[in-house]
């Protein structure tokens, strides 16, 4: 069984600039998630999908980033224009109902 | 509201001792507490969780932790150390928000495995 894909592994990009990561969940999942894990600390919670819906964007910077998951299945996060603070690993996790999460390997956006 | 509590950045033992990792949790209401590993440059894998029941959670290579709501604390042990638990491991606790699960994780501990 596949787990939760994500791409890319690694972005680098200078400051201003735009970038997007990408997520494809477990199939049949329709909880899906982005957490932001700086160095040194767990992650938190950004956003929180149910199917196409997103059920809690609380913690979610909305002058910068942004998020879309248009059919319910995959997702992308976006971060225009990123800033040095940005720099940090991007997770994204999915779950049947809300239920245990599953993880996938994060990308790790380093801006300069 | 809730949160974790993790008690130190960084514990290093020696191949083959005990290991401990200490959490302390705070919540308002009755707590969903999980253990989680991540591997370097991988994703946080679930280790064990508490939800009800026996307060002795079993998991996965090994581990185990105790909840003791006294103590307000879900400790991580296993008897002996392998060179293969070297990782960082995050305690979390959660409520759930409709019947979903909305872990608030504790900052890691990295565990340090000497030969």
């Known amino acids: 069984e596949a787990g939760v894909v994500q791409s890319p592994r690694y972005k680098i990009i200078e400051k201003k600039q735009p970038v997007a990561f990408w997520c494809n969940p477990i199939s049949g999942h329709n909880t899906l998630y982005w957490y932001l894990q700086n160095l040194g600390q767990g992650p938190e919670l950004l956003i929180r999908y149910e199917n196409e819906e997103a059920v809690d964007d609380s913690q979610l910077p909305k002058d910068r980033f942004s998020a879309e998951r248009l059919k319910g299945v995959d997702s992308t996060l976006k971060i225009q224009p990123a800033e040095l603070g940005d720099s940090a690993v991007y997770l994204c996790?999915?779950?049947?109902?809300?239920?245990?999460?599953?993880f996938g390997p994060g990308t790790r956006l380093t801006v300069l | 509201a809730q949160s974790v509590t993790q008690l130190g950045s960084h514990v290093s033992v020696s191949e083959g001792a005990l290991v401990l990792l200490r959490c302390n949790y705070s919540s308002s209401v009755p707590p969903y507490l999980f253990w989680y590993v991540q591997y370097p440059n991988q994703g946080l894998q679930l280790l064990l969780k508490?939800?009800?029941?026996?307060?002795l959670v079993k998991g996965i290579n090994g581990f185990e932790a105790e909840f003791k709501k006294s103590e307000t604390s879900f400790h991580l042990t296993k008897p002996s150390a392998h060179m293969s638990d070297a990782a960082e491991y995050f305690c979390a606790v959660s409520a759930t928000s409709g019947g979903s699960y909305i872990p608030t994780f504790g900052r890691g501990t990295s565990l340090i495995v000497h030969p």
């Open positions: 996790a999915s779950s049947f109902s809300g239920g245990l999460q599953f």
């Open positions: 508490y939800t009800t029941g026996a307060t």
